[in-house]
RNA sequence: GCUCCUAUAGCUCAGCUGGCAGAGCGCUUCACUCGUAAUGAAGAGGCCAGCGGUUCGAAUCCGCUUAGGAGCUCCA
């Protein structure tokens, strides 16, 4: 007997048993439950069902969705093995995630790098067990007596807080019972391959005043093969850590003498200023007009904009003739006192005012990574002026600004959009203009986001762009806020078509982010292997021997003089270490000179990553190689 | 800031249960003048992150500090 299912899948006799089994256990007030996971014969492939309601669909690992439950039973895994190694510690939560799953524990002494290995040997013998994954269900009242019989405090504070009338669920494996919505899937003996990867701190429900548990990571699959290809795969994307990069490539570091502070050496400022060149020359396109204000302001103006008050402990002060002045944490109040500075008409708006400006933030150490988090960095702010009926069309300006740029390196991202968080200021009417702005410029723009509901700024909702590191790890660059705090604050006005003075809206709005966190994201996605155009070094010019360092010295003259960032390499090495040391510095461009180049006024051209060789001249070179890259720009 | 882990030459790392500080790369010098990813030889280079403790004796064990890593929290 076969049963044909909503997308045609087909099941086998004892899996449609199962199926219909297990339907007829799922209470009508389950979202959704797993009905287990079989081996379709045809597709080889491990799947899952779920009950939807009343439909039945069947996923496998590939989905999302089939990942998920995959790894939500490798935590209860990992947690009954836990358990049984260490029955005095208590369960508190074991979700899946992204990229694998995690348990918190909350355990006296902290796990050891050896007691993660006597756990993976216990979850193995619970999966050569093949126990069953069951659900059931329990009224409040037997629910509350099973976990406090087991003295699972965790579990007990999770119950209370579920709603007065929702489905109590539970899923038992063997001996081990947890609170869990599910789904999972039906037996312990899929989870064939898994690995346990590191220990953690974690606070309870995610909060600092909380008390701090012990997390698990690990990760699973349905194939030994698998997890060996993921596990590589993470040892080549940690190749990638801008980190390790920075130092090899000579770009940036940074000393003990000033943690967070990243130091740039002389690749690092090409990188830079390649990245702020271009930046300049995408503003002034899109009319922006460029601003620079002092990084030490006196204490007035900080009060003035309620950073004395409210971000007293990111910033770094100091006294100046008995007078309190504070380094910028933000480009902001600058901007303003810029805008300030005169009485604007209704026709000067909006008025798009960009400023890169250096700002300096005491982050909590534990936060500092490389390039990504420092406390020292460059903002590609700009802060844009405009008349209410603006707002919509300067959101869509910034987002294609954005897109434009990220468009331009390649880069992955996403986007989340942050409500109304509960303690803001500001009158709901604004509130309520500035979400709709927000939301129909995304419509307009037809982009996909996340929204993160109440996790808006306390002066107004934002848009931000996350891109992603080599890890899959995301970052926050882009962000676009609407403020109506700054604007009273500073008691900003233009005079309208009526002669009355009107309040502007203001957006902060960054593209980069930070030069730092972007570079940092740059080097990553690229390896460190850059695109021509942004090589800190384009072209590197190897002579085979000292006999031709004089033909080279010619050749380095012509393509510094059509801007070509260019060395020669005029060491008395083998042509065979000069390649091997330029290709692990990644130079796009090399060029090898020896007696038959000097001859025919050619080079021997090996692009990185290549080692095909073209003959060619420096002429043929610039129209070729060099046209098509800037072509690009 | 919190939890766990880590710190040995410029870099990457070895150094077992405490007993004279090691390698490769890089650097310096010499020889080779070289044809597409490492030429050979010699040499210099270390208060084993810092401070304290245990010990006859500490790179090694313990504590504190500093810095780094994986997360958490917080943020570009």
């Known amino acids: 007997m076969k049963i044909q299912l909503k997308d045609n899948s087909i099941l086998h006799y004892d899996e449609a048993i199962r199926v219909g089994q297990l339907a007829q256990d799922i209470s009508p007030g389950l979202g959704r439950a797993a009905l287990g996971a079989v081996v379709n014969d045809e597709i080889k492939d491990l799947r899952y069902m779920i ?245 030490i302001m006196n204490r007035s103006l900080w009060e003035t904009s309620g950073h004395w008050d409210y971000y007293k402990e990111n910033m770094y002060t100091t006294v100046i003739d008995d007078e309190d002045f504070a380094i910028k944490p933000m480009n902001c109040p600058g901007g303003m006192l810029a805008y300030k500075n005169k009485k604007h008409s209704y026709k000067d708006l909006p008025i798009r005012m ?116 080599s890890l899959g790890r995301t970052w926050q660059c882009g962000t676009i806020q609407l403020d109506f705090q700054l604007p009273i604050r500073f008691d900003l006005d233009y005079v309208d078509s009526d002669n009355s003075l009107k309040r502007p809206i203001m957006l902060h709005r960054v593209v980069y982010g930070s030069i730092e966190r972007f570079l940092g994201i740059l080097i990553e996605h690229f390896g460190g292997a850059f695109p021509s155009w942004l090589a800190p070094v384009q072209v590197k010019i190897l002579p085979v021997s000292s006999a031709f360092n004089k033909y080279a010295e010619t050749l380095v003259e012509e393509l510094e003089g059509s801007d070509i960032r260019v060395e020669a390499d005029y060491r008395d090495e083998r042509i065979g270490y000069k390649i091997r040391e330029a290709g692990l510095m990644k130079i796009p461009y090399l060029m090898i000179v020896g007696e038959k180049e000097e001859n025919k006024g050619t080079v021997s051209l090996r692009k990185h990553g290549e080692t095909k060789n073209y003959e060619l001249s420096i002429k043929d070179f610039l129209e070729t190689e060099i046209n098509n890259m800037y072509r690009r720009l």
């Open 51 to 295: 009950v939807d309601d009343a439909e039945v669909r069947i996923i496998t690992f590939k989905d999302d969705l089939g990942k998920r439950v995959f790894w939500h039973s490798a935590s209860h895994l990992l947690a009954q093995a836990v358990k049984r190694l260490y029955p005095e510690v208590k369960l508190a939560i074991g979700p899946a995630i992204n990229n694998g799953f995690y348990y918190d524990f909350d355990k006296d002494e902290p796990f050891s790098h050896d007691d993660l290995l006597d756990i993976e040997g216990e979850m193995k013998k619970i999966v050569q067990e093949k126990l069953d994954i069951e659900y059931f269900e329990l009224a409040r009242k037997d629910a509350i007596q099973l976990m406090s019989s087991q003295g699972e405090d965790y579990k007990l504070e999770l119950i209370n807080d579920l709603p007065e009338d929702s489905v109590i669920s539970f899923y038992k494996q063997g001996e081990f019972v947890d609170l869990c919505a599910g789904p999972h899937i039906n037996n312990t003996k899929e989870l064939k391959a898994f690995k346990l990867q590191s220990v953690a701190g974690a606070y309870w429900r995610g909060d600092e005043k909380n008390k701090m548990l012990t997390r698990i990571y690990g990760i699973a699959f349905p194939k030994q093969k698998e997890l060996k290809e993921h596990l590589e795969h993470i040892e080549e994307a940690k190749k990638r850590d801008h980190r390790k990069l920075g130092k090899e490539l000579d770009l940036f570091t940074i000393f003990d003498e000033g943690p967070g502070f990243p130091v740039f050496f002389n690749k690092g400022i090409i990188l830079k200023d390649l990245l702020i060149n271009y930046w300049k020359q995408v503003h002034k396109k899109h009319n922006y007009v460029e601003v620079s204000t002092p990084i």
């Open 354 to 469: 960009a400023e890169l400006g250096l700002v300096h933030r005491h982050e909590m150490k534990g936060a500092l990574h490389g390039l990504m988090r420092v406390r020292s960095f460059t903002q590609d702010d700009a802060h844009i002026f405009m008349r209410r009926e603006q707002v919509k069309d300067e959101i869509i300006g910034v987002m294609e600004l954005i897109e434009e740029v990220y468009q331009k390196f390649d880069f992955k991202y996403h986007l989340e959009l942050s409500t109304r968080p509960e303690k803001r200021i500001g009158d709901e009417g604004d509130w309520d203009l500035a979400e709709a702005a927000l939301k129909e410029a995304m419509e307009e723009k037809d982009v996909d986001y996340v929204l993160n509901e109440g996790d808006g700024a306390f002066y107004g909702p934002k848009i931000d762009y996350h891109l992603e590191d």
